[in-house]
């Protein structure tokens, strides 16, 4: 039976992620998510519906379009897996809770940020709200809502001081309404975990892409991503680093 749920969870992610490359493709572009149908992005040609099975339509046309022949973005493939995998780990986590779908779909927004600033160095924020908004429908909701408003202020807090001290700009808004995801998923003292994973993550990069820069929100994102699914261990480890 568990198999079976977890089935149809990673139908349901597919699904999903599906939807994302929409989001990705067109809410940068300030285009409807909505209207027209899908296209294919080299020859204009509208889609026919089963064009756009889930990862299956990608494999059986061989990344081709179905028209023109044109190669197809392996992106679509790739967050319609990730978007699948990422729903089936939090089902493995949560179990059926009636929370799972708000939780699934904050992390699902994240993953559209993450694609979307790697490919613009741009964080829209119409999702980056509306991951937050996600992420506040808990048991907890006025918890999870304050550990938001904390984490958020706090890391704005520090951006207004790094900002004078540097003299520029030292912090995106979009970041701090990512900390404000952060804090209503993860919590304290978790939260720090994240923050402190994310900089050991983004440093290698960062180091060697230096001069084009690289965007901090992806690593802010898988970062958090880590530390919900091992939330236990996150915090058994940090009190040995405190208490020893």
């Given at each position: 039976?568990?198999?079976?749920?977890?089935?149809?969870?990673?139908?349901?992610?597919?699904?999903?992620?599906?939807?994302?490359?929409?989001?990705?493709?067109?809410?940068?572009?300030?285009?409807?998510?909505?209207?027209?149908?899908?296209?294919?992005?080299?020859?204009?040609?509208?889609?026919?519906?089963?064009?756009?099975?889930?990862?299956?339509?990608?494999?059986?046309?061989?990344?081709?379009?179905?028209?023109?022949?044109?190669?197809?973005?392996?992106?679509?493939?790739?967050?319609?897996?990730?978007?699948?995998?990422?729903?089936?780990?939090?089902?493995?986590?949560?179990?059926?809770?009636?929370?799972?779908?708000?939780?699934?779909?904050?992390f699902a927004a994240l993953?559209?940020?993450?694609?979307?600033?790697?490919?613009?160095?741009?964080?829209?924020?119409?999702?980056?709200?509306?991951?937050?908004?996600?992420?506040?429908i808990q048991p907890n909701?006025?918890?999870?809502?304050?550990?938001?408003?904390?984490?958020?202020?706090?890391?704005?807090?520090?951006?207004?001081?790094?900002?004078?001290?540097?003299?520029?700009?030292?912090m995106g808004g979009a970041?701090?309404?990512?900390?404000?995801?952060?804090?209503?998923?993860?919590?304290?003292?978790?939260?720090?975990?994240?923050?402190?994973?994310?900089?050991?993550?983004?440093?290698?990069?960062?180091?060697?892409?230096?001069?084009?820069?690289?965007?901090?929100?992806?690593?802010?994102?898988?970062?958090?991503?880590?530390?919900?699914?091992?939330?236990?261990?996150?915090?058994?480890?940090?009190?040995?680093?405190?208490?020893?």
């Amino acid at each position: 039976m568990e198999l079976l749920i977890i089935f149809f969870v990673f139908i349901f992610g597919i699904m999903i992620g599906s939807f994302l490359n929409v989001v990705i493709y067109r809410v940068p572009k300030d285009e409807s998510i909505v209207f027209p149908a899908s296209k294919c992005q080299s020859c204009q040609t509208a889609l026919k519906w089963y064009h756009n099975i889930p990862l299956f339509s990608w494999l059986f046309l061989g990344g081709k379009c179905a028209f023109c022949k044109e190669e197809i973005s392996k992106q679509y493939p790739v967050v319609e897996l990730l978007t699948g995998l990422l729903f089936v780990a939090l089902f493995m986590k949560l179990g059926l809770v009636w929370y799972l779908p708000f939780v699934a779909a904050s992390f699902a927004a994240l993953l559209a940020l993450v694609m979307i600033d790697f490919k613009y160095m741009a964080v829209p924020d119409s999702i980056n709200f509306a991951a937050l908004l996600f992420a506040v429908i808990q048991p907890n909701f006025i918890d999870a809502a304050l550990y938001a408003l904390i984490a958020a202020g706090g890391l704005y807090m520090v951006g207004l001081l790094s900002s004078f001290l540097a003299r520029r700009q030292a912090m995106g808004g979009a970041d701090v309404i990512v900390a404000g995801t952060m804090g209503a998923l993860l919590g304290f003292p978790n939260f720090f975990v994240a923050i402190f994973l994310s900089a050991i993550l983004a440093m290698l990069p960062a180091m060697i892409w230096r001069e084009k820069g690289v965007p901090f929100v992806p690593f802010l994102a898988l970062a958090t991503f880590i530390v919900y699914l091992y939330s236990t261990e996150a915090t058994e480890l940090l009190e040995k680093i405190i208490y020893g």
